[in-house]
């Protein structure tokens, strides 16, 4: 039973119960002395890894093992007031004891970057024995030739996840590409501020294209969530934007831009990961034309966006024909066109 004086520390990473996170690594061991906003642990839930904080000072102990899976609302560990003793676990196995020679204290951003890598962190640690790592340490270490022999580059924890995500083999994807004539007004606003704002001014007029398909049927979107891709050093991250929030293109740009900084600073608690009811997909600062966006489920359709040439958009609407026809993405499209004519910076 937990010490009433205790505080417990829960990830409030998914509003559903039966949604699953894995406790991936502990920073401390039980009993060790903490304050309040230190990083004791990461997670990875079903879309990223996010770092877990002590929400007092005090002493740690561990109620969930390293690779444990836990659910919203359970605790993870708890902060016993300072100076106390914590007991034995008991809910819990303990976790496996792990070789303190292969242990690297590093930060995690630094860790994940080595395992995309490919690269043993410990094997980095004795190349520059004594500093705090970084991510240029680790590039300097694969330069002077310390990259697995085998040449074989694991997929990290997000990219498996990504992978895991993307893979519906219930969908039935196909894509319609299109050519929009958009006034220089979009170009002045910015490309993805003023395609959501058509995006949600759409929605009440295609029901059909705008919320969360499931095996059993359709749920229709209420309001606008709308997941759009940031591609980061770790990979491909998709938060949501609340379209109720942003009324204005101005809203919009100032949004997205918010929380595309927010993700490729490391601050993922600050943003959503909520199931979205459309996404949004944006290459052309890549100079692509057309691609193949793939379906973020639930959301039925995602938009793909290519480089403006003056005034011709290049667009690529993925949609699931389980639900939608070619004919309900042309119109959506046909509208899109028309919607982005009243664009205003």
Same mark, same amino acid.
């Given at each position: 039973?937990?010490?009433?004086?205790?505080?417990?520390?829960?990830?409030?990473?998914?509003?559903?119960?039966?949604?699953?996170?894995?406790?991936?690594?502990?920073?401390?061991?039980?009993?060790?002395?903490?304050?309040?906003?230190?990083?004791?642990?990461?997670?990875?839930?079903?879309?990223?890894?996010?770092?877990?904080?002590?929400?007092?000072?005090?002493?740690?102990?561990?109620?969930?093992?390293?690779?444990?899976?836990?659910?919203?609302?359970?605790?993870?560990?708890?902060?016993?007031?300072?100076?106390?003793?914590?007991?034995?676990? =008991?809910?819990?196995?303990?976790?496996?004891?792990?070789?303190?020679?292969?242990?690297?204290?590093?930060?995690?951003?630094?860790? &994940?970057?080595?395992?995309?890598?490919?690269?043993?962190? =410990?094997?980095?640690?004795?190349?520059?024995?004594?500093? &705090?790592?970084?991510?240029?340490?680790?590039?300097?270490?694969?330069?002077?030739?310390?990259?697995?022999?085998?040449?074989?580059?694991?997929?990290?924890?997000?990219?498996?996840?990504?992978?895991?995500?993307?893979?519906?083999?219930?969908?039935?994807?196909?894509?319609?590409?299109?050519?929009?004539?958009?006034?220089?007004?979009?170009?002045?606003?910015?490309?993805?501020?003023?395609?959501?704002?058509?995006?949600?001014?759409?929605?009440?007029?295609?029901?059909?294209?705008?919320?969360?398909?499931?095996?059993?049927?359709?749920?229709?979107?209420?309001?606008?969530?709308?997941?759009?891709?940031?591609?980061?050093?770790?990979?491909?991250?998709?938060?949501?934007?609340?379209?109720?929030?942003?009324?204005?293109?101005?809203?919009?740009?100032?949004?997205?831009?918010?929380?595309?900084?927010?993700?490729?600073? /490391?601050?993922?608690?600050?943003?959503?990961?909520?199931?979205?009811?459309?996404?949004?997909?944006?290459? /052309?600062?890549?100079?692509?034309?057309?691609?193949?966006?793939?379906?973020?489920?639930?959301?039925?359709?995602?938009?793909?966006?290519?480089?403006?040439?003056?005034?011709?958009?290049?667009?690529?609407?993925?949609?699931?024909?389980?639900?939608?026809?070619?004919?309900?993405?042309?119109?959506?499209?046909?509208?899109?066109?028309?919607?982005?004519?009243?664009?205003?910076?």
């Amino acid at each position: 039973m937990a010490d009433p004086e205790s505080r417990p520390v829960t990830v409030p990473f998914s509003d559903k119960p039966d949604a699953e996170a894995v406790l991936t690594h502990w920073m401390y061991d039980d009993g060790a002395a903490v304050r309040a906003g230190t990083v004791i642990a990461e997670a990875m839930t079903e879309k990223v890894t996010v770092e877990v904080e002590a929400p007092a000072d005090g002493v740690l102990r561990r109620l969930v093992p390293e690779n444990g899976v836990f659910r919203p609302g359970e605790a993870v560990a708890e902060i016993l007031p300072p100076g106390a003793a914590p007991p034995a676990p =008991a809910e819990t196995p303990a976790a496996p004891p792990r070789e303190t020679a292969s242990f690297v204290p590093v930060m995690p951003a630094v860790r &994940r970057y080595a395992e995309e890598r490919g690269v043993d962190v =410990a094997a980095v640690a004795r190349r520059f024995p004594g500093k &705090r790592l970084t991510r240029a340490d680790v590039d300097a270490f694969v330069a002077e030739g310390g990259a697995p022999a085998s040449g074989l580059v694991p997929y990290p924890r997000e990219r498996r996840v990504l992978i895991r995500n993307l893979t519906n083999p219930g969908a039935l994807p196909f894509t319609l590409h299109r050519r929009l004539s958009v006034p220089d007004a979009v170009r002045t606003a910015g490309v993805q501020a003023a395609v959501a704002w058509a995006l949600a001014a759409l929605r009440p007029e295609h029901p059909r294209l705008f919320g969360r398909l499931g095996a059993e049927g359709f749920e229709p979107a209420a309001e606008l969530v709308l997941a759009v891709a940031v591609q980061t050093d770790r990979g491909l991250m998709a938060p949501v934007v609340d379209g109720a929030t942003c009324r204005t293109v101005a809203e919009w740009r100032a949004r997205i831009a918010e929380l595309a900084e927010h993700v490729r600073a /490391g601050r993922l608690q600050a943003l959503r990961f909520d199931a979205p009811t459309f996404a949004l997909s944006n290459l /052309g600062p890549w100079g692509v034309d057309y691609f193949t966006p793939v379906l973020l489920p639930p959301a039925v359709a995602i938009l793909g966006l290519g480089a403006l040439d003056g005034g011709r958009l290049p667009v690529s609407l993925t949609v699931d024909h389980r639900w939608v026809d070619g004919v309900d993405g042309a119109r959506l499209l046909q509208d899109l066109e028309a919607c982005l004519a009243d664009v205003v910076p």
